[in-house]
T-cell receptor, first 116, second 112 residues
């Protein structure tokens, strides 16, 4: 069981370039999330998904896009990278087995992205 | 929406001392409160959680207490060790929402 796997671990982009951050989980979790973490700050939710084919915006979605074609994968796309998107990006997943019972999130180890 | 305040932002203790991190939440309907530990260069990892039908939960040197009336919950670490040094996040979520609200984190430094 690898848990949540994020690739790449590090990346440097030029302003205006695009890239996709990959996230995969092997725990059959239905919920997946993307967060960004800026230095000294907490976690800000970018997008989340409650299942394959369903995605929704979080707190800071501008400049990003996501898709969820399978249960396992939840890629995050950056279009026209800007310096403000320099951050550490974390993908997470969790499982719900009944409507009112929250479960903990499992996080990947992050992608450190610099935009110059 | 839910708002979670976490204090202190930085906590420095000597090895062997106890450490306490406190969080308050705003929505009385929140019923799940996890705590995560984030080591340098890693993602957050769950260390303990508590649900609203329980007032306290322990796991070895770690304990969490919940006061629903006052809407606050705390993480207690006893006999701290240098490997406890990390950033700790609290979170709160409503039943069925699955979108937790995180505190801003506490950087715990344990001096040998």
């Amino acid at each position: 069981n690898a848990g949540v796997t994020q690739t790449p671990k590090f990346r440097i982009l030029k302003i205006g370039q695009s890239m996709t951050l990959q996230c995969a989980q092997d725990m059959n979790h239905n919920y997946m999330y993307w967060y960004r973490q800026d230095p000294g700050m907490g976690l800000k939710l970018i997008y989340y998904s409650v299942g394959a084919g369903i995605t929704d915006k979080g707190e800071v979605p501008n400049g990003y896009n996501v898709s969820r074609s399978t249960t396992e994968d939840f890629p995050l796309r950056l279009e026209l990278a800007a310096p403000s998107q320099t951050s550490v990006y974390f993908c997470a997943s969790s499982y719900s087995f009944r409507h009112d019972s929250n479960q903990p999130q499992h996080f990947g180890d992050g992608t450190r992205l610099s935009i110059l | 929406g839910e708002n979670v305040e976490q204090h202190p932002s930085t906590l420095s203790v000597q090895e062997g001392d106890s450490a306490v991190i406190k969080c308050t939440y705003s929505d009385s309907a929140s019923n799940y409160f996890p705590w995560y530990k984030q080591e340098l260069g890693k993602g957050p990892q769950l260390i303990i959680d508590i649900r609203s039908n329980v007032g306290e939960k322990k796991d070895q040197r770690i304990a969490v207490t919940l006061n629903k009336t006052a809407k606050h919950f705390s993480l207690h670490i006893t006999e701290t060790q240098p490997e406890d040094s990390a950033v700790y996040f609290c979170a709160a979520s409503l039943g069925g929402s699955y979108i937790p609200t995180f505190g801003r984190g506490t950087s715990l430094i344990v001096h040998p």
